[in-house]
T-cell receptor
Framework: NAGVTQTPKFRVLKTGQSMTLLCAQDMNHEYMYWYRQDPGMGLRLIHYSVGEGTTAKGEVPDGYNVSRLKKQNFLLGLESAAPSQTSVYFC?????????????FGEGSRLTVL | RKEVEQDPGPFNVPEGATVAFNCTYSNSASQSFFWYRQDCRKEPKLLMSVYSSGNEDGRFTAQLNRASQYISLLIRDSKLSDSATYLCVVNGLGGYNKLIFGAGTRLAVHP
């Protein structure tokens, strides 16, 4: 039962470098999300997708881009990393419309930008 | 004011104790409420939903007070395995994109 898988788990970048975080889910979920979690703050939504080929901005989208070319994958890109993007990034997925509130999260990706 | 506020803790309690966490939310239009659990350096997982009438799941009881805009989580007979951070989550305007997460309350249960 893989569920939601994120790669890489850890990454260290220098300011200005780019990278892509990959999220894959095998539950056939329509909705996928990228959150960041910082100390003393709740998870904040970066971008989300309500289906293949669609993306939308969340609460803190600046400095990030996303793509959902396949239903099972949701990619988060940092074009020019900044120290303020040092964080733990969580991908999540959910079944779709309806309000059960159950998000299934990946194990997280710890990113440090020097 | 944060949209969802929680006491960060930590709450340090002995095994067998009863402990309660509160969470306040600012949007009176919020419709759905949840508690998630997050173990250290792990991902959050849904613990339980919070219904208007209150609901119980084993040793865990969740209550909602709409008039005062707060949610509570009560844990009875605490176990060592209950040590974790408990996240209060509120759905403001419907849709998963509107889930607002509190920063969490840390619980440490000791022998």
């Amino acid at each position: 039962n893989a569920g939601v898988t994120q790669t890489p788990k850890f990454r260290v970048l220098k300011t200005g470098q780019s990278m892509t975080l990959l999220c894959a889910q095998d539950m056939n979920h329509e909705y996928m999300y990228w959150y960041r979690q910082d100390p003393g703050m709740g998870l904040r939504l970066i971008h989300y997708s309500v289906g293949e080929g669609t993306t939308a901005k969340g609460e803190v989208p600046d400095g990030y881009n996303v793509s959902r070319l396949k239903k099972q994958n949701f990619l988060l890109g940092l074009e020019s990393a900044a120290p303020s993007q040092t964080s733990v990034y969580f991908c999540a997925s959910s079944r779709g419309t309806g309000d059960t509130g159950e998000l299934f999260f990946g194990e997280g990706s710890r990113l440090t930008v020097l | 004011r944060k949209e969802v506020e929680q006491d960060p803790g930590p709450f340090n309690v002995p095994e067998g104790a009863t402990v309660a966490f509160n969470c306040t939310y600012s949007n009176s239009a919020s419709q759905s409420f949840f508690w998630y659990r997050q173990d250290c350096r792990k991902e959050p997982k849904l613990l339980m939903s919070v219904y208007s009438s209150g609901n119980e799941d084993g040793r865990f009881t969740a209550q909602l007070n709409r008039a005062s805009q707060y949610i509570s989580l009560l844990i009875r007979d605490s176990k060592l395995s209950d040590s974790a951070t408990y996240l209060c989550v509120v759905n403001g305007l419907g849709g998963y994109n509107k889930l607002i997460f509190g920063a969490g309350t840390r619980l440490a249960v000791h022998p």
